[in-house]
């Protein structure tokens, strides 16, 4: 089974700033990753698929990067609507499909 | 529009059974495989299972094979998710969402949750 570590848990940031949150996988799988953006009684939301591909409608401020077992989520500019839970989901071997611990992204 | 709405959740007691559904719309429904994940209270996202557009295939997560069974109905646009023996441990939000492409399990779109509770 493939094993998702996102790290922190938790990251403080201000309205304005620049966030890169991490994901490690404890082995290669190449750029099979999503990022998910989960607020509150809300359900998740694809922000990113296959390492750096944005659906669409989601703003250009988050971009995604990494292949092999290492990946990041950026976001650019940080808006008030961004402070929630990220999370990261590989495809490459499943059953079973695994999602990370999340990473929560308060305001300092 | 693609629209998920699931049903079915509730209270349940340990050892019963539940059904829940997810009704789709705006999309090709048999053309995607239909995913169900599941977030207990405070708790991470957890796959539990995932059938494929023509509903040939279906997956589960250790923690449910043997006691969950997904199906659909292209049809009705509509996955089902029945559940059985359940236990404390499956209280959950259950999700159902679609795949971004066929079998391509990055998911798009989610439904808005269903509560299930297994409590005496």
């Known amino acids: 089974e493939i094993v998702l570590t996102q790290s922190p848990a938790t990251l403080s940031f201000s309205p304005g700033e620049r966030a890169t949150l991490s994901c490690r996988a404890n082995?290669?799988?190449?750029?099979?990753l999503a990022w998910y953006q989960q607020k509150p009684g809300q359900a998740p939301r694809l922000l990113i698929y296959?390492?750096?591909n944005r659906p669409t409608g989601i703003p250009a401020r988050f971009s995604g990067s990494g292949s092999g077992t290492d990946f990041t989520l950026t976001i650019s500019s940080l808006e008030p609507e961004d402070f929630a839970v990220y999370y990261c989901?590989?495809?490459?071997?499943?059953?079973?499909?695994?999602f990370g611990q999340g990473t929560r992204l308060e305001i300092k | 529009e693609v629209q998920l709405l699931e049903s079915g959740g509730g209270l349940v007691q340990p050892g019963g059974s539940l059904r829940l559904s997810c009704a789709a719309s705006?999309?090709?429904?048999?053309?995607?495989?239909m995913t169900w994940v599941r977030q207990a209270p405070g708790k991470g996202l957890e796959w539990v299972s995932t059938?494929?557009?023509?509903?040939?295939?279906?997956y589960y997560a250790d923690s449910v094979k043997g006691r969950f069974a997904i199906s659909r109905d292209n049809s009705k646009s509509t996955v089902y998710l029945q559940m059985n023996s359940l236990r404390a441990e499956d209280t959950a939000v259950y999700y159902c969402?679609?795949?971004?492409?066929?079998?391509?399990?990055?998911?798009?779109?989610w439904g808005q949750g269903t509560l299930v509770t297994v409590s005496s």
């Open positions: 969402a679609k795949a971004i492409e066929a079998a391509r399990i990055s998911l798009d779109y």
């Open positions: 705006g999309f090709t429904f048999s053309s995607y495989a």
């Open positions: 059938i494929t557009g023509g509903g040939g295939r279906t």
């Open positions: 082995q290669n799988i190449g750029s099979f």
């Open positions: 296959d390492s750096s």
């Open positions: 989901q590989q495809r490459i071997t499943w059953p079973p499909i695994t």
